[in-house]
């Protein structure tokens, strides 16, 4: 492929993730291809998915558009965050756990993002399996803010390891597991299905699984 072009939409969160990791070297390798990108919310760049605004969409699963086709680039973990010691024996499964019962922490006050946010629809799901009704002092619209605000010491909040390896904490913290939770964070690419991908699509889908899946496998720190 000497030349080409493509626009790709992705959340501006997850952008300062994963375009550095991309774009240098999809640009070595393929220096014809020209890149465009737009960020916004997840929901926005569904609409330009579907409008033909953007040829390809980066964000989590999942897409319930049935026009939509979603392809798994990676996995990333959902842990809950806080200052360190701000959770205590009481929470924890054992004395020497990581893990947390959902229901221990009725008393503890939650950071979390704002509900047209993919994570928060993942944690909403998370509450009605176990039943559970969060103590929310603060929503934000920012999963990174929700971090530095848990690790400043006012609460808790869930994290993905994409928001860990890119935000700096205020304080040292510690991260839990839910006990029995079946959250994932599955970031998909996503197309049309009534759009035949070019050469230059697939190649940049197949590029970006590669770098992603060996990123996530050298970096988890979880």
């Known amino acids: 492929m000497k030349k ?14 994963v375009l550095p990791l991309i774009l240098p070297k999809f640009k070595e390798e393929y220096p014809g291809i020209d890149i465009h990108v737009i ?21 989590s699963l999942p897409s319930t558009d049935k026009r939509i086709t979603c392809e798994l680039l990676y996995e990333e973990k959902i842990m809950l965050a806080c200052k360190k010691g701000y ?14 019962n959902l229901n221990s922490l009725k008393d503890v006050d939650f950071v979390l993002t704002k509900k047209n946010h993919r994570i928060r629809k993942l944690t909403e799901h ?6 559970f009704k969060p103590k929310i002092i603060l929503e934000t619209s920012n999963t990174a803010t929700a971090f530095r605000l848990a690790t400043s010491g006012i609460g808790v909040c869930f994290v993905s390891e994409m928001i860990l390896n890119t935000t700096k904490p205020i304080n040292e913290f510690d991260l839990f597991h839910i006990e029995n939770s079946p959250v994932k964070w599955n970031i998909s690419i996503s197309y049309l299905n009534s759009s035949y991908l070019s050469n230059v699509e697939r190649h940049f889908i197949d590029f970006a699984k ?3 899946k060996e990123n996530a496998q050298k970096n988890s720190i979880i």
């Open 4 to 17: 080409g072009n493509i626009t790709i939409g992705l959340p501006s969160v997850r952008g300062t993730h």
């Open 39 to 59: 960020e916004d919310d997840s929901n926005y760049l569904e609409e330009c998915l579907l409008s033909g605004k953007v040829d390809l969409v980066l964000t």
């Open 87 to 100: 959770l205590n024996s009481k929470h924890l499964l054992d004395m020497n756990s990581n893990i947390v």
């Open 126 to 131: 998370l509450f009605d399996l176990f039943n």
């Open 210 to 212: 590669s770098v992603l």
